[in-house]
């Protein structure tokens, strides 16, 4: 969607509904206990403190937005109703809107919704039942700076009747959504989608990345702008020699959920190697473990993907597709990822090209179905 850009002076305060909102002490937050923030069929200006209501726009800019939804009000409902096709302009680092009433939602959207703007919008949220996000039918866009934060153990996004090929939720540029991890343990974190067609591939476009010093969160990032995590190297001591270019030599044995690092057993699997089709498969997962355990293996359900870095890069690997993708790069692979006992497996030969290692690096002993790499 393209932004529009709010123009003319502001109109005399227009208050959405019948009720005023009630204000608390500076430091609190104005209290929201009727429907005032209904903007469906608003066809004027109207503004409070913090938001302004462009209605020829369809834009609801946030700016010092502090509201709270008390327990027992708003239930079953949403704090913020918006239009189809409508906009939400996030300005500042001070924008908070909390529900404690059951079901809940924190925005309602009829239809498509685009998140844009350079500030920060933390959404608190206490029923289980209720959304942070909820979009009937189109897209959600979430772009510029905009940065929203969400503390909640229910859906962040609720995307209800979804439809059509592209993309329906997508973060571009350098916005973020980010969201504590331990809270959606057994859940959907991401998406509800009810609809008669498949679900498409390109419905998702964004990546999930932890955060780099925190690790208790998530975020969701345009999958261009994603980086490899920048790690602190300790400092060589002038006492040891540099073996920062010393090679590890690993054996891994078809059947066998151990996998040795020069010599020693350093790592066992839950899941073994095994042979298909007259490929070796490998558990990513363990071999990351061994190679490079500060590195992580993270699943999508929703996307059907494994992300990873390897040398810096983000690859992506979707079971049974015929290619992975490394960085922008689409790659061939010699046979797809399999998924087997919850875990991620891929063929040895696919393995050296993700790792980008030569047929030099690999011994592959028949007799004794033993692997032994070496990088």
């Not at 001070?94 to 920060?120: I, Q």
């Not at 964004?206 to 780099?212: G, I, L, Q, S």
């Not at 996307?303 to 810096?312: C, D, G, L, P, R």
Request: aromatic residues 10%; contains cysteine.
């Amino acid at each position: 969607m393209k932004k529009r850009i709010l123009c003319g002076a502001l109109s005399a305060a227009i208050l959405v509904g019948v009720s005023p909102v009630t204000a608390l002490a500076e430091d609190s937050l104005n209290v929201l206990d009727t429907k005032v923030m209904d903007f469906r069929n608003q066809e004027e200006d109207a503004s409070g403190e913090g938001w302004y209501w462009d209605a020829n726009g369809q834009t609801l800019t946030l700016d010092g937005f502090r509201y709270s939804v008390p327990y027992n009000k708003l239930e079953d409902s949403a704090a913020i109703y918006l239009p189809e096709d409508s906009y939400v302009e996030i300005e500042g680092d001070d924008n908070v809107l909390e529900t404690h009433s059951f079901h809940c939602d924190a925005f309602y959207c009829e239809g498509e919704v685009n998140f844009y703007g350079d500030g920060k919008l933390t959404l608190s949220l206490d029923s289980y039942g209720a959304n942070a996000i909820y979009v009937e039918k189109g897209p959600l866009l979430i772009d510029d700076e905009a940065e929203i934060t969400v503390e909640s153990s229910g859906y962040i996004i609720y995307l209800n009747n979804a439809r059509g090929t592209n993309p329906l939720i997508s973060i571009k540029d350098d916005a973020k959504l980010i969201f504590n991890k331990k809270d959606h343990k057994g859940r959907n974190i991401l998406l509800t989608k009810k609809s008669q067609v498949h679900t498409s591939s390109n419905w998702l476009d964004y990546a999930e990345v932890e955060d780099t010093w925190d690790d208790d969160y998530i975020n969701l990032v345009a999958k261009e702008t994603v980086k490899a995590p920048e790690k602190e190297e300790p400092p060589v001591s002038a006492e040891k020699p540099d073996d920062s270019q010393k090679q590890n030599e690993y054996k891994i044995v078809v059947g066998s959920p151990s996998i040795e690092k020069n010599g020693k057993i350093s790592y066992t699997a839950d899941v073994s190697p095994y042979l298909s089709n007259g490929y070796t498969m490998l558990p990513l997962r363990a071999l990351l473990e061994v190679s490079d355990p500060e590195q992580e293996v993270k699943w999508s359900a929703e996307q059907k993907a494994a992300y990873t870095f390897v040398n810096n890069k983000l690859v992506v690997i979707n079971p049974g597709q015929d290619t992975y993708k490394k960085g922008t790069e689409k790659i061939e692979l010699s046979t797809p990822a399999e998924t087997k006992n919850g875990r991620l497996f891929v063929s040895l030969r696919d393995w050296m090209s993700i790792m980008e290692m030569s047929s030099s690096q690999l011994n592959w002993d028949s007799e004794t179905k033993t692997i032994t790499l070496t990088y």
